[in-house]
Each structure stands twice: as structure tokens, then as C-alpha cells.
């Protein structure tokens, strides 16, 4: 078990409200860029839907990325 993931977010609990959005708010982007840059599908899923990724600032912009199903990903 890879125990560096679980020391970044031991202290988590511990932290305010403001800090635990951040770090969501950080680590949404992180995934929709990594998906973006390392994905053929997610690229072109993106690039299909008009999403500038660059334009992502907020994990309330979620509702702007397109729902994929089971059947899009086979």
C-alpha cells in the first residue's frame, strides 16, 4: 500500500473548511488535466465538447464537463 498518499491527507481532518476546498478545488483540476494531457479519449472527448481546459478554475465548473457512460469508454 503506497502510504505517501495517506500521509498527504492524514492532517486533513484538521484543517478549515476554506483549506479542504482548496485542496479539492487543486486536486479536480490536477484530474481533469492529467486526464486532458495523458487521455486520447478525454482529449478529444474535450476537445468535442468545446471544454478549454485552461478555463476550469472551480470544482462547480464540473457541470460543464460531459457525462461519459460505460458505453463511451469501451
Known amino acids: 500500500m503506497d502510504t505517501s498518499v495517506y500521509?498527504?491527507?492524514?492532517?486533513?481532518?484538521?484543517?478549515?473548511?476554506?483549506?479542504?476546498?482548496?485542496?479539492?478545488?487543486?486536486?479536480?483540476?490536477?484530474?481533469?488535466?492529467?486526464?486532458?494531457?495523458?487521455s486520447p479519449f478525454y482529449k478529444q472527448l474535450f476537445k468535442t465538447s468545446a471544454i478549454d481546459i485552461s478555463s476550469i478554475k472551480t470544482i462547480k465548473q464540473i457541470e460543464k464537463l460531459p457525462f461519459t457512460s460505460k458505453h463511451d469508454i469501451n
Open 7 to 38: 500521509r498527504k491527507y492524514d492532517n486533513l481532518q484538521f484543517v478549515s473548511t476554506e483549506k479542504t476546498a482548496l485542496i479539492q478545488t487543486d486536486n479536480f483540476i490536477s484530474h481533469i488535466q492529467y486526464a486532458y494531457h495523458n
